[in-house]
T-cell receptor
Framework: QQPVQSPQAVILREGEDAVINCSSSKALYSVHWYRQKHGEAPVFLMILLKGGEQKGHEKISASFNEKKQQSSLYLTASQLSYSGTYFCGTATYGSSNTGKLIFGQGTTLQVKP | KAGVTQTPRYLIKTRGQQVTLSCSPISGHRSVSWYQQTPGQGLQFLFEYFSETQRNKGNFPGRFSGRQFSNSRSEMNVSTLELGDSALYLC????????????FGPGTRLLVL
């Protein structure tokens, strides 16, 4: 079953923060975050494995709450380059050793000057 | 290292025809997954290949098929095209089945008239 992302869309001013959530009804093995700009391929941001770890990449970080089957992506001090659609892709325990990711519907982020 | 490459980038076909899309993974990567992306359904998993064998399949009709060659390059084929097959077809490669991170190619945009 497809994970649910929220919000569906968000508009920010440069320098503002945003949080994108990804929630699944199934037990998750890993959560993968991607950003896709219009007309381009999804770009890998980070992967979180079971264990509730939090990862960071410059001003973008993410957490994974294994008990709640939820992951959140945190964008701090947003830049114009952060604009795009963010997808979470999930792997369940049954598919943890396969290349099958189930993606959320995406969250469109627009950063304005 | 060169990224994932897909050919052709754009394709226009008519209903009933068949099409073959090609994907060359990142050098050294042995796992290739295929996804279909449409505005209505989002990113949907088609199938995964590893060591020339299909390891996993999504919920798509038998008109969708694929294969992988000994050099890890992969092709997917869609027979008897329908209007609803119009989409962006993305392939993603990963090092192996234990390395979970998938890197996407630029995609092939297929338009069925």
């Amino acid at each position: 079953q497809q994970p649910v992302q929220s919000p569906q869309a968000v508009i920010l001013r440069e320098g503002e923060d945003a949080v994108i959530n990804c929630s699944s009804s199934k037990a998750l093995y890993s959560v993968h975050w991607y950003r896709q700009k219009h007309g381009e391929a999804p770009v890998f941001l980070m992967i979180l494995l079971k264990g509730g770890e939090q990862k960071g990449h410059e001003k973008i970080s993410a957490s994974f709450n294994e008990k709640k089957q939820q992951s959140s992506l945190y964008l701090t001090a947003s830049q114009l380059s952060y604009s795009g659609t963010y997808f979470c892709g999930t792997a369940t325990y049954g598919s943890s050793n396969t290349g099958k990711l189930i993606f959320g519907q995406g969250t469109t982020l627009q950063v304005k000057p | 290292k060169a990224g994932v490459t897909q050919t052709p980038r754009y394709l226009i076909k008519t209903r009933g025809q068949q099409v073959t899309l090609s994907c060359s993974p990142i050098s050294g990567h042995r796992s290739v997954s295929w996804y279909q992306q449409t505005p209505g359904q989002g990113l949907q998993f088609l199938f995964e290949y590893f060591s020339e064998t299909q390891r996993n399949k999504g919920n798509f009709p038998g008109r969708f098929s694929g294969r992988q060659f000994s050099n890890s390059r992969s092709e997917m084929n869609v027979s008897t095209l329908e209007l609803g097959d119009s989409a962006l077809y993305l392939c993603a490669s990963s090092l192996n089945r234990a390395e979970l991170t998938q890197y996407f190619g630029p995609g092939t945009r297929l338009l069925v008239l």
